[in-house]
């Protein structure tokens, strides 16, 4: 017993560790501005879709078989492949990589050395990637180990402090939104979208410690998760009451990493700001080369090596590097049409794969897909183009809509209706085999 629940510990914080990328940490406190006095509102709406959205995520996938493409299986191999690319494109070298560099320029260099050009931080960031992914070394494995750890006690550190003297009186809600707007936010970690892709490394290592048997397995996964949510709860909760306590000196007009920076300054004073800049930085580049390596690995294995590691490593540095340069705030406005389009196909795969054993056909899977995905790439196309007024007219007046879930009742319906076409065919065909 008592080594199953060190296991669970142990496993638990290296999953922490996975989702933990340090890019995150910008969206807590900019929520806590906005939300205000209301920050618990949208506290919990941001929960909901990290960490409890990318826990459900892998405790699903673990369930289905383990596989990254598991998830989507049921709606069809070539569905559960698009998925997959479109999903390591997005937390790969189109936007979350990129994100690393970013904000490790904004957050450290750009405050240290003021003269540093933002491509002179992506050459020097994007080659230090390259080095570690290519070559096996032990440090950037032990810059993980001794970072996270340390990350962990600078934020405990303010968030300890600002709630026993708080920066100052919060302000009213920016907006009555703010439910939605935590819920919202929670795209831009992108963690649900790696959940799938992490799933892998939970259910090998458990493998590796003598976890054998499926049943036992999961029971241990749901625990690693169960340890990995707590501890992201408690630092994303944490930083957006820190927000709050500022959001009288910050607006939302404010960027992310202003906000996060001010407020640590507020709290620890200049050590602070370099302390949390050169922790930050360091775990920005773990999450690259976690996030690149992971990449060439996918399209390395997805073609059967007809595309080798090495060269698909070098091409998603590259573009990383150049989507970089559009800096934080410009990644996170690129990257919110597409993750309103993906992020809600996800949630609705995770609560069918909750229920998985349940669902006889394949079809129920297509149909809440499909709406779904109707839905959102309506919403998507009008926040981008301002188009399809009609439409969306429609969807505004969707039940739920005012806690992100304006697809449920389309999806809903839709898998229903898929669900008698695929009955009444399965009868057709039993019919036929009879007659036969």
């Not at 008592?2 to 990328?21: E, H, R």
């Not at 397995?217 to 625990?223: A, C, E, N, P, Y």
Request: proline residues 4%; positive net charge; hydrophobic residues 50%.
């Amino acid at each position: 017993m008592k080594t199953k629940i060190k296991d669970v510990l142990i496993v638990g914080f290296a999953l922490f560790a996975i989702f933990f990328g340090a890019g995150n940490l910008i969206f807590p406190p900019y929520l806590g501005v906005f939300s205000g006095s209301g920050f618990k509102k949208s506290m919990v709406g941001f929960l909901l879709t990290d960490p409890v959205l990318p826990i459900l995520g892998v405790i699903v996938t673990a369930k289905l078989g383990g596989r990254a493409e598991d998830l989507g299986k049921r709606v069809g191999g070539t569905f559960a492949k698009v998925l997959g690319t479109v999903t390591i494109l997005t937390i790969g070298p189109f936007f979350a990589i990129p994100r690393t560099a970013a904000t490790t320029h904004e957050v450290f260099v750009s405050k240290v050395f003021p003269g540093v050009p933002h491509w002179v931080t992506a050459i020097v960031f994007f080659s230090l990637t390259t080095l570690f992914v290519m070559n096996e070394s032990g440090v950037i494995d032990k810059i993980g180990k001794y970072l996270t750890p340390g990350l962990i006690v600078i934020l405990g550190l303010i968030i300890i402090k600002c709630i026993i003297n708080p920066i100052g009186e919060m302000a009213p809600p920016a907006e009555d939104t703010v439910f939605l707007k935590g819920f919202v936010e929670g795209y831009q970690t992108m963690d649900a979208l790696g959940a799938a892709m992490m799933t892998g490394i939970v259910v090998s290592d458990l493998m590796r410690r003598g976890y054998i048997d499926n049943r036992e397995r999961l029971k241990m996964t749901m625990g690693v998760g169960l340890v990995s949510f707590i501890l992201l709860a408690l630092i994303y909760g944490g930083l957006t009451y820190v927000g709050a306590t500022a959001s009288k000196i910050y607006t939302i007009q404010d960027t992310r990493v202003e906000i996060l920076l001010g407020t640590v300054h507020h709290v620890l004073g200049n050590l602070g700001t370099i302390l949390i800049g050169v922790a930050v930085s360091l775990a920005c580049l773990t999450t690259s080369v976690g996030l690149t390596a992971i990449c060439g690995d996918f399209f390395s294995t997805m073609t059967r090596d007809k595309i080798k590691y090495k060269p698909i490593v070098v091409m998603c540095v590259i573009l990383s590097g150049a989507f970089s340069l559009f800096g934080v705030e410009g990644l996170i406005k690129a990257a919110g049409p597409i993750l309103t389009t993906i992020y809600p196909i996800i949630i609705v795969l995770i609560f069918l794969g909750m229920i998985e054993e349940y669902i006889k056909y394949d079809l129920t899977y297509k149909g809440a897909v499909i709406a779904t995905f109707i839905v959102s790439f309506i919403q998507s196309l009008n926040s981008t183009f301002n188009i399809l007024e009609g439409p969306m007219g429609l969807i505004e007046k969707l039940p739920l809509k005012n806690v992100g879930f304006e697809w449920f009742l389309p999806a809903l319906i839709t898998a229903i209706i898929f669900t008698v076409i695929a009955k009444v065919i399965s009868q057709s065909n039993n019919k036929s085999e009879q007659i036969s």
